[in-house]
């Protein structure tokens, strides 16, 4: 069985997000096993003597590097105009072709922020890498193309175009993003070519027909021959409808191609893993205990009452992640219901959106509150560690890998019951249970419940200690193996 793996980002190579993570550790835990892969992604940045010429608005060079990760043989394709160039340099270089729209960012980077339309330049960049994956397809002649979210979707297209017999694999890491665009923005782009195509066009408009809208998810999704969550539970999730009366996110629109998908046996949840650095045995727990202690002392030493809960929260500042606790509640935002919690201390990384940014300066000069907007990667892995509880309140989570690292570190995490938390974390009321969690069946009772769940868990923690010590033990003794997920992957690939 030979699969070639193609994702838009992957580490150690590249990386803005769990992509990066899954496609850096999944395919060492297949190779495992005994399949023969080989991971494809862009090399950013990168340069390499030419091996093809793909046609794609003009003749464009693709350079192939080779590399590997820990065994597994990687190719970095690599590409000058939609790969290399930082078109916000002054002097701007020159653009392929003129566009009041594109050719504005940083190019050498996995995605980038498009200025007016939503996905544009990442839409030109990966149909780009998609008609450049098919030239490898012809040459390494696999027997499975497994691609990751919407970016991969028009190589199925084009796949299916050119009837190409390679098996088709889709992993789904986020729902929320489909790669939309309106049908008149793509016109004379050479992806225009699958909407028009009779038999696969269809298959590429989004099901909102009002909008004239082309669907790369959708396109991946419908011509996949299986296709995965990254958690059980986000698999049943997007079948559904989204009811943002509620929070809550469902198919976005897809519902009903997810749910012939799941109804026809080609839907399939399986959860990521984590990649630990080390075994759950009693030495190293009471070496990351006393780790946390320095690290916690360390981070509260500013606080009005340093001896309080800590309570970290590190992510993304943007609607999935922190919505939650910027919404009013009573009169108030959810954060500051929770900084008015005596005893807690609330420490933030997070950057994203001006917004919420701004709504996290707003907070500045509270006693019992600090945050670095900005994106800090060892302070954030000082707050895992340092933290009494991990706040991840997300509106919607495929899968997570913060509360799987906090876990790690010792720290329960405390989480809004959807997606992959659900299949991660087990309440603190059950007999193994690992962290603290909150739902609701109204918008009022969700936040609500989010609140109380941070005083439930401050009062284990001041009123229970050797209860508290105990969650920490059994969420530290929890290990997501890639191994067990990879054998999940391998189980599909053998499916029809």
């Known amino acids: 069985m030979r699969v070639l793996y193609i994702a838009a980002e992957c580490k150690p190579f ?83 072709f003129s566009s009041a729209e594109l050719f504005r960012g940083n190019y050498a980077r996995p995605y980038v922020d ?57 992993t789904v890491h986020n729902m929320s993003y489909q790669g939309n665009l309106w049908r008149g923005d793509i016109a004379r782009w050479p992806m225009e070519a699958i909407a028009d195509d009779k038999r696969v066009g269809k298959l590429f408009a989004d099901p909102h027909a009002d909008w004239d809208n082309v669907n790369a998810m959708r ?52 959860l990521n893993a984590f990649d630990y650095q080390f075994a759950p045995t009693d030495e190293t727990f009471e070496a990351v205990m006393h780790d946390k202690a320095a690290m916690k002392a360390q981070l509260s030493s500013g606080f009005q009452n340093p001896a309080g809960m800590l309570l970290g ?9 922190f919505r939650l606790l910027a919404e009013p509640l009573d009169g108030r935002s959810v954060l500051d219901h929770i900084l008015a919690i005596d005893g807690v201390n609330v420490a933030i990384v997070a950057t994203g959106l001006p917004k919420y940014e701004d709504f996290l300066r707003s907070f500045s000069g509270r006693p019992n509150f600090a945050a670095i ?12 560690l340092g933290s009494d509880v991990f706040l991840m309140p997300s509106v919607f989570e495929p899968c997570g ?28 009321t059950r007999p193994d249970g690992t962290g603290f969690g909150f739902d609701g069946a ?35 003794q929890q290990r997501f193996l890639w191994s067990a997920s990879a054998k999940q992957y391998e189980e599909m690939y053998g499916i029809g």
């Open 442 to 476: 109204t918008p009022a009772k969700i936040l609500q419940n989010l609140v109380k769940s941070v005083r439930d868990a401050k009062a284990m923690f001041e009123q229970a200690p050797a209860r508290f010590r105990e969650l920490q033990r059994r969420g530290f």
């Open 373 to 384: 907007v900005a994106f800090d990667r060892e302070k954030a892995r000082q707050i895992s």
């Open 14 to 96: 590249s990386k803005a997000g769990g992509v990066g993570d899954v496609a850096g550790e999944l395919p060492i835990a297949l190779k495992n096993l005994g399949v023969d892969i080989e991971i494809v992604v862009p090399g950013y940045g990168d340069t390499a003597e030419t091996a093809y010429t793909v046609q794609y608005h003009r003749p464009e060079a693709v350079g192939l590097k080779q590399a590997e990760t820990k065994g597994v043989p990687v190719t970095l394709v690599t590409n000058q105009t939609y790969f290399a160039t930082d078109y916000s340099a002054s002097p701007r270089p020159a653009p392929p």
């Open 219 to 270: 396109l991946g999704l419908e011509l996949a021959d299986q296709t995965n969550t990254v958690s059980p539970t986000y698999m049943k999730e997007i079948a559904k409808r989204e009811n943002p009366a509620k929070f809550f996110e469902g198919g976005k629109g897809l519902e009903r191609v997810c749910a012939k998908l799941a109804k026809t046996g080609r839907l399939h949840g399986i």
């Open 401 to 428: 890998i913060t509360q799987m690292e906090s876990m790690n570190w010792a720290t329960p995490p405390l989480v809004r019951w959807t997606g992959g938390l659900v299949d991660t974390v087990v309440p603190h």
């Open 313 to 321: 929260f590190v992510g993304r500042a943007v609607e999935q992640k």
């Open 114 to 170: 498009s200025v007016r339309i939503p996905y544009y330049d990442d839409a030109a960049r990966f149909s780009f890498f998609s008609e450049a994956c098919l030239e490898l397809i012809a040459r390494k002649k696999p027997d499975i193309v497994h691609i990751n979210d919407w970016m991969l979707g028009y190589l199925f297209g084009r796949m299916k175009m050119l009837n190409l017999p390679q098996k088709r694999v889709l």
